[in-house]
């Protein structure tokens, strides 16, 4: 009797260890696969990331353009929704800095498309007024993505476009959501967006385009709300405009290398050890 169970127990043993070694190979192809699909996707989006690296523009452009300038460029993911651009088309500087909707895979394909038709906009089309770039973007971006005010996908854009005449320093300004600020003397000059994205909106209207006629010392800042919007600081709340002003003015004594280090280190400690929220993109040029 005590023989018989006691084969009977190293037989239920020995199934259940054989059934223990087959689940045990079974999770380890699992998850050999999927360690196997990480790295493709991994691979894929790392590899977008150099796409997108390739197709910004060339920071000699603003070397060639400006006294000084700094570009502040933090993505969320590896590949960012923000996006700067420049080009220069005969004695005009064309150059902006954008939000699109969302971040990593999704932001960063609405951004390629919207680097896309800049590109195609200035040089097909010989654009040089700033409302006129906005007006045709947004339209090309909707036809792209097929949007009406009854379709779901209301992807876009916000974003600050400036056009420099090189030669007289005229400047034109349009923004769609996103303002321009111009630092004068040691004061803040706000030039306001229109309230509408580059997209579908229920109110929309003509960009408005401002004219500036700049001069020696100006400091220009267009930027992503990604900086303003960062939670952090004693109370976890975000930075906010205001603060952001503020800080701009306090710096206007530096020049644009230390601007940059003072403004990526305030972002730093006001993040402390919260997440990053947002894609982050803060442009600063003196003329």
């Known amino acids: 009797m005590f023989l018989a169970v006691s084969i009977e127990n190293a037989l239920l043993y020995e199934n259940l260890e054989n059934k223990v070694n087959q689940r045990t190979k079974e999770l380890k192809k699992a998850k050999e696969k999927i360690e196997i699909s990480y790295k493709h996707t991994s691979d894929s989006i790392n590899y ?67 680097i896309s038709f800049l590109n195609e906009i200035v040089t097909r089309e010989n654009m040089k007024k700033a409302s006129q770039i906005l007006d045709v973007l947004r339209e090309e971006i909707k036809k792209s993505l097929k949007q009406t005010m009854n379709s779901q996908n209301k992807d876009g854009m916000d974003i600050a476009m400036c056009v420099l005449n090189t030669e007289n320093k005229n400047l034109q300004f349009s923004g769609a959501n996103n303002p321009l600020y111009l630092f004068r003397d040691d004061e803040l000059i706000e030039f306001k967006a229109n309230k509408q994205p580059i997209g579908v909106y229920p109110k929309e209207k003509k960009f408005k385009n401002y004219e500036i006629q700049l001069k020696k010392g100006d400091k220009l800042y267009i930027f992503s709300d990604g900086y303003v919007d960062q939670f952090g600081g004693e109370k976890d709340k975000k930075f906010m405009k205001k603060r952001f002003k503020n800080l701009l003015l306090k710096i206007q004594k530096e020049n644009m290398n230390k601007q940059k280090y003072i403004l990526e280190s305030k972002f730093k400690d006001w993040k402390g050890n919260l997440n990053q929220i947002d894609d982050v993109l803060v442009m600063g040029v003196k003329i």
């Open 48 to 114: 977008a990331k150099k796409i997108q690296k390739a197709i910004f523009p060339d920071l000699q452009l603003f070397e060639e353009n400006f006294i000084e300038h700094f570009i502040i460029f933090k993505p969320l993911d590896v590949v960012s929704g923000d996006f700067y651009w420049a080009k220069k088309v005969n004695k005009y500087l064309i150059f902006c800095a954008a939000d699109c909707t969302g971040h990593g895979v999704p932001g960063a394909f609405v951004s390629m498309l919207g």
